[in-house]
Structure formats: structure tokens, C-alpha cells
């Protein structure tokens, strides 16, 4: 088939098919991950053999998980606290998804359906109140339990992470068991999706 007889996405529908916002899509076409083309007006326009071998790349095909072991996704760039939780969880049998860049948040959290996300909001290129909205607005993770785990403490940060979604707030450094006791009580009530 060539390229003329092939159906062509707007960014729009391109995220609806990947179950992400089109500025994931745009931000995606930016860094050169997927092909796109541009039309006389400057809009994107993205082939479906593009979108599909993008989506083939990323894995970007939703599967059904196990219903055995519990699945946290750890979205974090310090290695220590990353370690720290890491040791934490998987002596507790919980299985990790380990993130700690912006493009894959979104991706991962998409295809891996995590139980929970504990998000890191400081982090060098990712705003983690951006990235927390942004898996809100998207219909495959707006049901998932978020945790900021962060060293933001002031009232009026933590009003923040609240206001864009997060179910809960840890304040590093933190205790053990008051983490575990948090990832215990999100996962035992879920979030209740409007």
C-alpha cells in the first residue's frame, strides 16, 4: 500500500489509539520517536504503519496482567531512594516497575497497568506535577493510586500535589513502616474513578 492510499492520524486520534494526550503524541514527534509528517497549516500527521511500528517499539499494547503479585511503579532518579524502595517492596513480594525519566511514566504506566505509582515530584526534567495530571487525563491510568514520595513539605506544595491527583503524600526521608503501611491502605481501597 503507499503512502497515499494509508490513513493518516492527527495527533488526536493518535492518542487516542496509544491512550495518552496529544501532547504526549507531540512531545513524542519532537524528540524523533515517532515519523510524522507536517500539512500546509502545520499540523502533524502521523501514518498508520508509523503509529503501529512506534507502538510495536514501546509495546504499547495493553495485556492483561497476573493477578498474583502485586505491581508498583516507582517513578524516581535518586539511586538511593530508588534502592531504598526497591529493597522495601520486593521483601514484601511486590513486583517493580522502575522509571526515572518523563517519556516512560507515561508509557509504561499505560502498558504495565501498575496497582500503584509512587512519584517522585523533584526531578531534573520531569515536573511530577505535570507528569501526575498527565496520568489523570489518561483513561488507562485515571484509576490508579498515586503516592508523591518527595522532599517538598511545605503546605502549599503539598495543596499542589493533591490538587493535580495524587491519592497520598510521603515526605522523604521517610520510616519503613510508614511507607509500607501507605502502600497497604492505597492498595486495599483502589481509587474510586468518576
Known sequence: MSDREQKAFTTFEAAKICHV??????????????KASRTPGGHYRIL??????????YDMFPRDKGANRRRVMIVDDDPDALALMEKILTDEGFELIKVSNATEVGLKAAQLSPDLILLDFLMPEIN???????????????????????CLSKE????????????????KPFKVDQMLE???????????VE
Open 21 to 34: 494526550t496529544h501532547h504526549s503524541i507531540k512531545n513524542w514527534i519532537k524528540q524523533g520517536l515517532i
Open 48 to 57: 498508520e504503519h508509523d503509529l503501529d511500528s512506534f507502538r510495536e517499539q
Open 128 to 150: 511530577g506535577f505535570e507528569v501526575c495530571k498527565a496520568l489523570r487525563e489518561n483513561e488507562l491510568t485515571r484509576g490508579t493510586p498515586i503516592m508523591a514520595v518527595t
Open 156 to 171: 502549599q506544595d503539598i495543596e499542589r500535589i493533591f490538587s493535580c491527583g495524587a491519592d497520598e503524600y510521603l515526605a
Open 182 to 192: 501507605k502502600v497497604r491502605e492505597l492498595l486495599g481501597r483502589g481509587r474510586i
